[in-house]
T-cell receptor, first 113, second 115 residues
């Protein structure tokens, strides 16, 4: 069965620090990849997605993610975090041709002002 | 962007009663809707996938007679938790998609507490 691993469960950073959250998946074929964010008390929102093309994807709020097929990874990055980035981040993977997603466990990010 | 609403946002009920949760896509037609359960500090667990006009597809371990899903129109899906028990207390989230492999848009969730 396909699985999605988010290795960092809790990350604590100071403002202006750089961020990288790991996401690895186990499916060997074509995949569609997503990062979602859940701010405290709010619903899940799409940060960015990759279906095909340039493996470096730009999302909202200064986030980006790089798809590295050989490593089965889709890590999320931001060069300088802000206090408002405090949230739960979820990686999700759809096998190509399927609309059934598999979510990672999530990473809780706390940014200190 | 696409908006998905859920109603109610929270509900408290007695053990043995049934609770209906609505999920609506407000500004697009949702070919597919998903129902998730989210436990505290854990990921989303997909419960079922429903396509408009057809029976829902349930994930392994999810009781279809307990969690009744209806997707009667392209903008509305409902989840009914029948004969709810305290262990059914959870955060239920729906999402809607416009088509195969399309992005999912999530509702705000419904907090169910069964006493």
């Amino acid at each position: 069965a396909q699985s999605v691993s988010q290795h960092n469960h809790h990350v604590i950073l100071s403002e202006a620090a750089s961020l990288e959250l790991g996401c690895n998946y186990s499916y060997g074929g074509t995949v569609n990849l997503f990062w979602y964010v859940q701010y405290p008390g709010q619903h899940l929102q799409l940060l960015l997605k990759y279906f095909s093309g340039d493996p470096l994807v730009k999302g909202i709020k200064g986030f980006e993610a790089e798809f590295i097929k050989s490593k089965f990874s889709f890590n999320l990055r931001k060069p300088s975090v802000q206090w408002s980035d405090t949230a739960e981040y979820f990686c999700a993977v759809n096998p190509g041709g399927s609309y059934i997603p598999t979510f990672g466990r999530g990473t809780s990010l706390i940014v200190h002002p | 962007g696409a908006v998905v609403s859920q109603h109610p946002s929270w509900v408290i009920c007695k053990s043995g009663t049934s609770v209906k949760i609505e999920c609506r896509s407000l500004d697009f037609q949702a070919t597919t809707m998903f129902w998730y359960r989210q436990f505290p500090k854990q990921s989303l667990m997909l419960m079922a996938t429903s396509n408009e006009g057809s029976k829902a597809t349930y994930e392994q371990g999810v009781e279809k007679d307990k969690f009744l899903i209806n997707h009667a129109s392209l903008t509305l899906s409902t989840l009914t938790v029948t004969s709810a028990h305290p262990e059914d207390s959870s955060f239920y989230i729906c999402s809607a998609s416009g088509g195969l492999t399309d992005t999912q848009y999530f509702g705000p969730g419904t907090r169910l507490t069964v006493l």
